[in-house]
């Protein structure tokens, strides 16, 4: 069976570009051992590293990486929004790709970047800035000039700008974790879900959520400078899934999602005459938007469109979603077709898919890894 599997995946991967099987090839590089492994933290096709040296008891020394660098998780909620700022300010960036599959965002180099084990980071040059919404920021207060344009405007006057910061916080505040988690729960209320939440990936998730807190306690011990952050981690892994295990709890989520959708879906409606080609919230797209376009991609992956939106029930944002998935940096943003084969690939071999307490961690990275 893994045969068949890696032979019907092995002529789709040969046929693509040359530069995307160097993308492979990179990925290969980085299997290296445990020991070696906090040393080499970095591989992209142009054979780039950066190095991360032990120093003493002070854990690592970061090298100065030259212009923007990103750690990231192509399946991340929250890496998502900074990948589509950055595309959508114009701005080059090298990555760093932390496979939370195999939970390095727990690893010893990247706890000394985010103590907390959460992507995406972004390092700009020497500084460290983790956290979603600050790394937004960050960008927004020194990188919006010229070719960069502001993801929240300021010379379209003050109406605007509330709004858009309005529905920026009113976005921000969708329990996407509990949402994500909910669904992996309660599958019986999906529809057609897609990549990543394939049914072998939905099946190992919500099998292995219940042993979440353990594995991160185990973790913990082995990493004392973070041993705190990560025990009431596991403590609220376990607290989530005891409530989103409850069918009822996860349908009050999917109630506060409802209230959040109803209120864009009423801007939306707004939008007639002079405005009928506007985003959220100006001719521009903003930031706004770029809340708005992640969580309808992740409400789609995982199969919900048919409670917030398909059939007529929110016809403004089905609309909407249908013209976001046009723009480039939503494309850039969602992963493309060698990562989605290399995650089929990883959550149906046998080896992947058996390995529960691996996959245990995916909830708390690929699902709901916070900010």
């Given amino acids: 069976m893994f045969y068949r599997r890696f032979g019907r995946i092995l002529p789709v991967v040969a046929a693509l570009r040359r530069r995307h099987f160097a993308f492979l090839v990179c990925a290969a590089v980085e299997e290296v051992s445990e020991r070696d492994r906090g040393d080499r933290v970095k591989c992209t096709a142009k054979d780039h590293f950066v190095k991360m040296r032990k120093n003493g008891e002070k854990g690592f020394k970061i090298a100065v990486a030259d212009g923007l660098l990103l750690y990231y998780d192509k399946f991340s909620f929250y890496s998502q929004k ?8 114009n701005l080059p960036f ?3 790709l932390v496979n939370l599959i195999k939970t390095e965002q727990y690893q010893s180099w990247f706890l000394y970047l985010n103590p907390r084990g959460e992507v995406p980071v972004l390092q700009d040059t020497g500084k460290i800035i983790p956290d979603s919404g600050r790394i937004i920021d960050y960008l927004e207060d ?13 010379d379209q006057g003050s109406d605007v700008r509330q ?8 976005l921000q505040k969708v329990p996407e974790g509990m949402l994500t988690t909910g669904a992996m729960l309660n599958q019986h209320l999906l529809q ?8 072998p990936v939905r099946k190992a998730l919500a099998e292995a959520e219940k042993n979440a807190g353990m594995q991160l306690r185990k973790i913990a011990e082995k990493n004392p400078d973070a041993r705190e952050v990560l025990l009431k981690k596991a403590e609220d892994r376990e607290e989530k899934y005891k409530k989103m295990s409850v069918e009822k709890n996860f349908r009050e989520v999917l109630e506060q999602v409802h209230v959040i959708l109803d209120e864009v879906e009423a801007e939306l409606a707004k939008h007639t005459g002079d405005k009928e080609d506007w985003w959220l919230c100006s001719i521009r797209f903003t930031i706004a ?22 059939g007529g029930k929110r016809p403004f944002i089905e609309k909407y979603y249908e013209k976001v998935k046009l723009r480039d ?37 690929i699902v709901i890894a916070k900010k």
């Fill in 94 to 96: 090298d990555s760093k």
């Fill in 142 to 154: 020194n990188f919006s000039n010229g070719d960069t344009p502001r993801l929240i405007p300021m």
């Fill in 163 to 170: 709004r858009v910061i309005h529905f920026r916080q009113v």
């Fill in 82 to 89: 900074v990948v589509m700022a950055l595309h959508e300010k």
């Fill in 329 to 365: 940096s939503f494309k850039k943003t969602a992963p493309g077709t060698i990562m989605l084969l290399k995650t089929i690939f990883m959550s149906q071999a046998p080896i992947v898919v058996g390995v529960v307490a691996t996959l245990a961690l995916v909830v708390g990275g």
């Fill in 289 to 310: 938007d770029v809340e708005l376009a992640v969580l309808l991609m992740r409400i789609s992956q995982l199969g919900l469109e048919h409670i917030f939106w398909s």
């Fill in 192 to 199: 057609d879900p897609k990549i990543p939440f394939i049914k």
